[in-house]
């Protein structure tokens, strides 16, 4: 079965940085693309960034381009989200989502989520 | 971006009705491979989302017969038959012909 086990979520300032981290476990890591994927209080859900199996290609939302980094580690069976210079706007549930068959195009599991709170 | 667009955004129904929900994409949803790439996700109230369907008509593993979903291009419905107490929550669909991968606005669901 798959489990997706995100941390790192919590209180920021504004302009601060967290690292929120995504445990994968019940399927083989490496072969899937992976994602964040946010969801503000009380609104829809925002694909933010997209990793593809090995790691090498990326791809990120407008509004996060240059602030935030997703990466993995495949040894570790972990997705990671490096998010920097936070404002209001990025208050969330942050999601971490296995892609399926043909990739993040068709996300089929997804974690309970982690809360990020930017606020002075 | 790919702008989908559901309605209604809010879908009172009576337990044992059906229900449908439209979504709309500002562009085709067909892909150069054959496939096309619009997904529908359940999320009651306090969970994660959940995967219902995938390109367009593919029901995922312990989903209900009663969800059904169909279209083509840029016009797609999710049709719920015989609806129960469970299903009550907000349903998304979700493009996956161009990044960024993009989402409707949400239907919720709710038992009059």
């Known amino acids: 079965e798959v489990e997706l086990l995100e941390s790192g979520g919590g209180l920021v300032q504004p302009g601060g940085s967290l690292r929120l981290s995504c445990a994968a476990s019940?399927?083989?890591?490496?072969?899937?693309?992976m994602g964040w994927v946010r969801q503000a209080p009380g609104k829809g859900l925002e694909w933010v960034s997209s990793v593809t199996g090995s790691g090498s290609n990326t791809y990120y939302v407008d509004s996060v381009k240059g602030r935030f980094t997703i990466s993995r580690d495949n040894s570790k069976n972990t997705l990671y989200l490096q998010i920097s210079s936070l404002s209001a706007e990025d208050t969330a549930a942050y999601y971490c989502?296995?892609?399926?068959?043909?990739?993040?195009?068709?996300?089929?599991?997804w974690g309970q989520g982690t809360l990020v709170t930017v606020s002075s | 971006d790919v702008v989908m667009t559901q309605s209604p955004l809010s879908l009172p129904v009576t337990l044992g009705q059906s229900a449908s929900i439209s979504c709309r994409s500002s562009?085709?949803?067909?892909?150069?491979?054959?496939?096309?790439?619009l997904n529908w996700y359940q999320q009651r109230p306090g969970q994660s989302p959940r995967r219902l369907l995938y390109?367009?008509?593919n029901r995922d593993s312990g989903v209900p017969d009663r969800f059904s979903g169909s279209g083509s291009g840029s016009d797609f419905t999710l049709k719920i038959s015989r609806v129960e107490a469970e299903d009550v929550g907000v349903y998304y669909c979700?493009?996956?012909?161009?990044?960024?991968?993009?989402f409707g606005q949400g239907t919720k669901l709710e038992i009059k």
């Open positions: 390109r367009v008509s």
């Open positions: 019940g399927f083989t890591f490496s072969s899937y693309s």
């Open positions: 989502a296995k892609g399926g068959t043909k990739g993040n195009r068709e996300v089929d599991s």
């Open positions: 979700m493009q996956g012909i161009q990044w960024p991968y993009t």
């Open positions: 562009q085709s949803l067909a892909h150069s491979d054959g496939n096309t790439y």
